[in-house]
C-alpha cells in the first residue's frame, strides 16, 4: 500500500518568513495530493490540492509543488503570520482512499 | 453548501461500556463517508470507508464497527470499549473520489 512520509515534524519561524514542508510517496499510481491544516481541538480543513496532471499550484500565500519523477511534494507558505500556527498533513490517493503523513507542527512567532 | 455534523464533540465511557458516534452530511447526495482515529502524535488513520448505504469497508481490524442505515448518516460503534479506543475521531466526507472534508470530531476518553 501507499506510504507517506513528511518532514520535519515541527517547525518553527518568524512571522513574515517563508515555510516549507516536504512530503514523499511511495506508489507511483498516487495521482492526488491534498494539504490539510488542523488547529487545536478541530478537524483537518483542506488547505490545497494538486493533481498528478499539474506540477505547482499557488493560492494567495500558499503554494504546492509536485515531483512525480522523485514521488515528492511541498507546501510553501509565504509572508507567514502567527495564524498559520497550526498541524498540517500532507496525504496521496490513488482512488477514494487517502493515506496522510503524520504531520507537521508549525509555529509562527510574533 | 454542504456541511458535516459530529456527535458528541467530547465523551467519556468507562471500559466495557458500548459505543455509538453519529455523523450525518447535508448538502450532498451519496456522498464517499470516512471514519478517522487520530491518537496523540496527530497521524490520522482511515478505520473505515463507505461509498453507499450498507456498503462497508474495514480498513484495520480492531474493536469497532461502522454502519450506514442512510445515505448521508455513518455510525461508529463498539459491543466494548477498550482502553485503547481512546483518540479522537473525525468523519469525512467527499462527493466522489476526492477531495475529503472532514467534521471536527469527537474526543473519546475511557476510563
Known amino acids: 500500500g501507499e506510504n507517506v512520509e513528511q518532514h520535519p515534524s515541527t517547525l518553527s519561524v518568524q512571522e513574515g518568513d517563508s515555510a516549507v514542508i516536504k512530503c514523499t510517496y511511495s506508489?507511483?499510481?498516487?495521482?492526488?495530493f491534498p494539504w490539510y491544516k488542523q488547529e487545536l481541538g478541530k478537524g483537518p480543513q483542506l488547505i490545497i490540492d494538486?493533481?498528478?496532471?499539474?506540477g505547482e499550484k499557488k493560492d494567495q500565500r500558499i503554494a504546492v509543488t509536485l515531483n512525480k519523477t522523485a514521488k515528492h511534494f511541498s507546501l510553501h507558505i509565504t509572508e507567514t503570520q502567527p495564524e498559520d500556527s497550526a498541524v498540517y498533513f500532507c496525504a496521496a490517493s490513488t482512488d477514494s482512499t487517502l493515506t496522510f503523513g503524520k504531520g507537521t507542527m508549525l509555529l509562527v512567532s510574533p | 453548501s454542504q456541511t458535516i455534523h459530529q456527535w458528541p464533540a467530547t465523551l467519556v465511557q468507562p471500559v466495557g461500556s458500548p459505543l455509538s458516534l453519529e455523523c450525518t452530511v447535508e448538502?450532498?447526495?451519496?456522498?464517499?463517508l470516512y471514519w478517522y482515529r487520530q491518537a496523540a502524535g496527530r497521524g490520522l488513520q482511515l478505520l473505515f470507508y463507505s461509498v453507499g448505504i450498507g456498503q462497508i469497508s474495514s480498513e484495520v481490524p480492531q474493536n469497532l464497527s461502522a454502519s450506514r442505515p442512510q445515505d448521508r448518516q455513518f455510525i461508529l460503534s463498539s459491543k466494548k470499549l477498550l482502553l485503547s479506543d481512546s483518540g479522537f475521531y473525525l468523519c469525512?466526507?467527499?462527493?466522489?473520489?476526492?477531495?475529503?472534508?472532514f467534521g471536527d470530531g469527537t474526543r473519546l476518553s475511557i476510563l
Open positions: 469525512a466526507w467527499s462527493g466522489g473520489m476526492q477531495p475529503q472534508h
Open positions: 448538502g450532498t447526495s451519496n456522498p464517499n
Open positions: 506508489d507511483s499510481a498516487s495521482n492526488y
Open positions: 494538486i493533481r498528478s496532471n499539474v
